[in-house]
């Protein structure tokens, strides 16, 4: 478990407001730090503003309208929300998508291979870090000859995933990695961000609606809510609190809870008064 009193940060969000279409407010005051070396959970409903964050991040909202509009995002020390988002990738920055983006006609092996263009440390470093993505991903190995739209959902995640790690990554957003996955595959997609981070040293930050199995992985939680960070803290204490438990896990002390049981929602938020 990683001690954040003595771990670089690598990643500060700093009280951004993202703004859509000039007029529509999405985040209102999100901070947060990643440290270097950690997994960082992002966690919420739908719509609570996980993708949007992590695209200011990356600065990909522009392509959508979006801007970010008070606040500051820095990266190893440097101001990084004017920033390219090529300049980014430069960095050592990378996004996942959420659904599972691949290009489709390409085969699984060369969509990894793009992952590789802006690399310039020869063939062969990108040969051992493509068998390098095969020891983690057995199964791309076996697919690696078949186009890519024609692999299942659960192929097409782990492919985009494998693809984002022969960039050579520092730090990799996630995108709500387990949307429409089976759970058994949903497993297998974080025991290899587990592994990713622990042998390779890749820091990961996570959005994520799957609350539970989230914080079963990660060292570090925030949660969302319409845009703002309602709670935030180390993912064992996020799993033993009672409110996360109640209104994130659908369990209290009683035992597991329908939403119609827990009409008290609102009132009973004790972190947003």
């Known amino acids: 478990m990683l001690?954040?009193?003595?771990?670089?940060?690598?990643?500060?969000?700093?009280?951004?407001?993202?703004?859509?279409?000039?007029?529509?407010?999405?985040?209102?005051?999100?901070?947060?730090?990643?440290?270097?070396?950690g997994i960082t959970a992002l966690l919420g409903g739908n719509g609570a503003g996980k993708t949007t964050t992590l695209k200011a991040i990356s600065n990909l909202?522009?392509?959508?309208?979006?801007?970010?509009?008070?606040?500051?995002?820095?990266?190893?020390?440097?101001?990084?929300?004017?920033?390219?988002?090529?300049?980014?990738v430069q960095m050592g920055v990378i996004q996942v998508m959420e659904g599972r983006h691949c290009f489709e006609h390409l085969t699984v092996e060369e969509n990894l291979l793009t992952g590789a263009y802006t690399r310039?440390?020869?063939?062969?470093a990108v040969a051992r870090d493509l068998e390098m993505v095969y020891s983690y991903f057995p199964r791309l190995k076996e697919r690696r000859k078949s186009q890519a739209g024609y692999t299942s959902?659960?192929?097409?995640?782990?492919?985009?995933?494998?693809?984002?790690?022969?960039?050579k990554p520092e730090t990799?957003?996630?995108?709500?990695?387990?949307?429409?996955?089976?759970?058994q595959l949903v497993e297998q997609i974080f025991e290899i961000v587990k592994s990713v981070n622990e042998k390779e040293g890749v820091?990961?930050?996570?959005?994520?609606?799957?609350?539970?199995?989230?914080?079963?992985?990660?060292?570090?939680?925030?949660?969302?809510?319409?845009?703002?960070?309602?709670?935030?803290?180390?993912?064992?204490?996020?799993?033993?609190?009672?409110?996360?438990?109640?209104?994130?896990?659908g369990m209290s002390d009683e035992g597991r809870k329908s939403f119609r049981d827990v009409r008290s929602y609102r009132r009973r938020k004790r972190w947003l008064a």
């Not at 909202?61 to 509009?69: A, I, M, N, W």
């Not at 192929?155 to 494998?162: F, V």
């Open 203 to 249: 820091t990961f930050l996570l959005a994520e609606q799957n609350t539970n199995v989230a914080l079963r992985y990660a060292h570090y939680g925030y949660i969302l809510e319409s845009g703002r960070v309602v709670m935030d803290g180390p993912a064992k204490e996020l799993r033993e609190n009672p409110d996360v438990k109640e209104f994130y896990l």
């Open 3 to 37: 001690d954040a009193g003595k771990t670089e940060t690598l990643l500060e969000v700093n009280n951004i407001e993202v703004i859509y279409n000039h007029v529509i407010l999405v985040l209102k005051g999100v901070s947060l730090n990643v440290p270097k070396g």
């Open 120 to 124: 310039k440390d020869g063939a062969g």
């Open 172 to 183: 990799i957003l996630l995108d709500e990695p387990s949307m429409g996955l089976a759970p």
């Open 61 to 88: 909202l522009h392509s959508e309208r979006g801007e970010v509009t008070k606040g500051s995002i820095v990266y190893r020390g440097q101001k990084v929300q004017d920033m390219a988002p090529a300049d980014l």
């Open 153 to 167: 959902g659960g192929e097409q995640q782990m492919c985009a995933i494998g693809r984002a790690l022969m960039s």
